[in-house]
């Protein structure tokens, strides 16, 4: 019984002793707790906030609602970012400082709800557009112009189209502004000429007759003609022919096969050769009158291939005159024919 009571008062010491070796502990650590915040002061400025007990432990805190505010001086600022929500604490300062304070920047063209540099105030609300820029092209035609050339090289009346024409291109280019990622304007930003239009060149003739010395200079690399008045015709290709000379004086019946009336610089062709409606210019090859061993030329000029012959078969063809005279003048020749562009 003796040994009982010994063991059960030990036990009951023991028990003393643990509870009073807790206290002093404890009241070890608040001690230490207390000098650490006193030599650490929290900075005026700081605006730190505990959300949640839970959050602090590491937890989840959907459920949990408890909030430490530990520098009750900071200021609430809600800032609404396309969707998002950023609670911002901050003591004093502008917008701008509240928003490079937790790293939100703005684009080239965002915008804000309020100046940036707007002081801050508790509760403020501030909503910041997302603005972005995107370019968009459209293209119409630019008409081309036609340019009447007179030239002496034919025969008053004629008309020949020397160049074609080209429409240009005119780009616009519009501005498409997103706001938050829905396209809220379209601004027209500019206009450019994208392709240059080229002019249609007519020669219209003023002539009412050609001097047989008429020169023309001709350029194989470049296949271009040059005439005495420097009126210069694009030619795509060549045939040497066997010409003769035809008339309708003293006819009745003066229709060529295309359904025109005979004229100069309509000429009879074998279709087989040079299709009829051909456009072309042609070089006769003529007699050497000066002597010096070279033939001299005589220019027909623009013709069109109008006419059939019962005679005109392959690289031959009939040049028209107005007269049978000159016809009889001009006999047989060889000549070249430039065939033009369509």
Not at 65 to 82: I, L, Q, R
Not at 301 to 306: E, I, L, T
């Amino acid at each position: 019984m003796e040994r009982q009571k010994r063991k059960f008062h030990s036990i009951e010491f023991d028990a003393k002793r643990l509870t009073h070796i807790t206290w002093i502990i404890t009241a070890s650590i608040v001690c230490l707790m207390c000098a650490f915040i006193f030599t650490h002061p929290i900075p005026e400025d700081s605006a730190l906030k505990i959300t949640s007990i839970r959050q602090l432990l590491g937890g989840d805190d959907r459920d949990s609602f408890a909030v430490m505010d530990m520098d009750v001086s900071a200021t609430e600022v809600k800032v609404h970012d396309n969707g998002q929500v950023h609670t911002i604490y901050v003591s004093d300062g502008t917008i701008a400082n509240a928003l490079e304070t937790v790293g939100i920047t703005l684009g080239e063209f965002d915008e804000l709800s309020v100046d940036d540099d707007t002081q801050i105030s508790d509760g403020m609300h501030v909503y910041i557009t997302r603005v972005s820029v995107e370019e968009e092209y459209t293209y119409e035609p630019i008409p081309y112009e036609t340019v009447m050339q007179a030239s002496p090289s034919l025969y008053t009346g004629n008309e020949v189209v020397v160049q074609d024409g080209i429409d240009g291109v005119r780009q616009y280019t519009y501005d498409l502004i997103y706001k938050d990622g829905v396209l809220t304007d379209r601004v027209l930003a500019g206009t450019d000429v994208y392709v240059k239009p080229v002019n249609r060149v007519v020669a219209y003739g003023t002539s009412t007759s050609i001097p047989p010395t008429s020169s023309v200079t001709v350029s194989t690399t470049s296949q271009l003609l040059t005439l005495e008045d420097g009126t210069q015709i694009p030619y795509k290709s060549y045939i040497d022919v066997v010409a003769t000379a035809y008339t309708t004086e003293g006819k009745s019946f003066k229709i060529t096969k295309s359904g025109a009336t005979a004229q100069y610089g309509i000429i009879a062709v074998d279709p087989k050769v040079i299709p009829l409606g051909t456009r072309m210019y042609i070089v006769v090859e003529d007699e050497d009158e000066d002597g010096d061993g070279v033939p001299d030329i005589l220019i027909y000029g623009y013709a069109v291939a109008g006419d059939t012959g019962g005679y005109i078969k392959g690289n031959r063809v009939d040049l028209f005159y107005d007269t049978l005279a000159t016809c009889i003048d001009f006999g047989r020749k060889n000549a070249r024919v430039y065939i033009l562009e369509e």
